[in-house]
């Protein structure tokens, strides 16, 4: 895909999911074992996109200490840091020196099978100043509603209207192509939210946005419950990104006994798991976990090096890396266990709980 390049929004704090956030910054996030900033830049890459500039701001060290100049994924990697949050807009018009012509924006946390290519195609024939991904949802009041003619022309963007009040129920899915002019409607020096001013001024000045209304799959990674759904939608092969759903995962092929082991799970190297205890389904497990004899783990997303005592249960939750969960102690479905965490033995711990040492 020649001369486009592509911002990706990774500044944010995540604040809606701490406390996995206080140690990770949400793109370095792991879907099934895999940052989901490295599974995000694997997509440009195939669809031939490869000069990338990241607009960074929150612990961005953790960010460029993993993807250096982007050379190891065939990729041009530029860092822009925010000293303070500049905002969805703010954090282009940051980039501005490095945007040569037409470039992707790409929300850091949105999961999606969009076909970019495709999205180029409808931009390059629409000829608008921006083409934006748009989804449908039964129930927009909880996103941005993008209102548009029957051309695709969008005339209004309304920021989570009140229940039943939506012009449409098409949502903005965070994904752009925009022409450089776009970055003339941003101020400098300011925070800036694309979504409240520099879309809506867009239309007001008379420029032309175009939707690009597709069914395909999309998830908003930035609450636990979304994560959540995410890798259950992964392991089932809705969302295209392992190679075949089952038991998946470089752990996978090295364990030899498979009696404990409930269909879709993705486990990760190095992992030990009890023939007596119960993983799965939908459960993923991190690079060197361990799960102990009589132990039961459903729908759940484990991180690297966690450890699960014997005879303990752990049912819809996020563990960090490092959490040791006691003998016999139970975690309550919705519960997110940060970095390093000990739930010492026979605790049983309420569901939704946020537990971290901070
Ligand atoms: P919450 O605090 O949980 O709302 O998460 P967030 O801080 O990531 O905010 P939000 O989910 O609304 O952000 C959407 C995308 O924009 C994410 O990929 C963020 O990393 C990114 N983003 C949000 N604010 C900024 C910012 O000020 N600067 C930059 N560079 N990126 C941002």
């Known amino acids: ?23 990770t910054p949400k793109p370095m996030i792991p879907i099934a074992g895999v940052p ?9 890459h195939e669809a031939g996109i490869d000069d990338v500039i990241l607009a960074a701001g929150y612990m961005p060290l953790a960010i460029s200490e993993y993807f250096g100049d982007g050379a190891s994924f065939g990729m041009h990697v530029t860092y822009a840091i925010e000293e303070t949050p500049l905002g969805t807009a703010g954090a282009l018009k940051n980039v501005e020196e490095y945007i ?17 290519r495709a999205m180029l195609d409808v931009h390059r024939k629409k000829g608008g100043a921006g083409t934006l991904h748009l989804i449908q949802v039964a129930d927009p009041s909880a996103f941005g509603c993008v209102a548009h003619d029957d051309d695709g022309r969008i005339s209004a963007f309304i920021e989570k209207p009140a229940p039943g ?5 098409d949502i903005n899915a965070g994904t752009y192509l925009l022409e450089r002019e776009v970055l003339d409607a941003i101020p400098a020096g300011r925070p800036v939210s694309i979504e409240r001013e520099t879309f809506p001024q867009c239309i007001a000045g008379g420029k032309r946005l175009y939707a690009h209304v597709t069914n395909d799959y999309w998830i908003d990674l930035g609450r636990p419950e979304n994560y ?3 890798h259950r939608d992964v392991l089932a092969g809705v969302m295209p990104l392992l190679v075949e759903p089952g038991i998946t995962g470089s752990g996978a092929a090295e364990l030899r006994d498979k009696r404990s082991i409930v269909e879709p799970v993705h486990l990760d190297a190095g992992t030990s798991i009890d023939p007596t205890a119960t993983v799965g389904p939908n459960v993923v497990l991190g690079r060197s976990c361990w799960v102990g004899a009589g132990a039961v783990v459903r729908d759940s997303v484990l991180w690297d090096d966690v450890r699960v005592g014997p005879h303990a249960a752990v049912d819809e939750a996020i563990l960090a890396s490092g959490v040791r969960i006691g003998t016999g102690a139970t975690i309550g479905a919705g519960s997110v266990v940060g970095h390093g965490y000990v739930v010492p033995d026979g605790v049983q711990v309420p569901p939704g709980s946020r537990l971290s040492d901070r």
């Not at 009040?165 to 129920?169: E, Q």
């Open 228 to 230: 959540l759904a995410a």
């Open 36 to 44: 989901f900033l490295a599974r995000t830049m694997e997509r440009l």
């Open 1 to 23: 895909m020649a001369q486009v390049q592509a911002v990706i929004l990774v500044g944010g704090e995540g604040t809606r999911l701490r406390p996995l956030t206080y140690g």
């Open 100 to 116: 040569t012509g037409p470039f992707f924006v790409f929300n850091g946390d949105v999961l999606t099978s969009l076909d970019l």
């Open 165 to 169: 009040t939506a012009p449409c129920n």
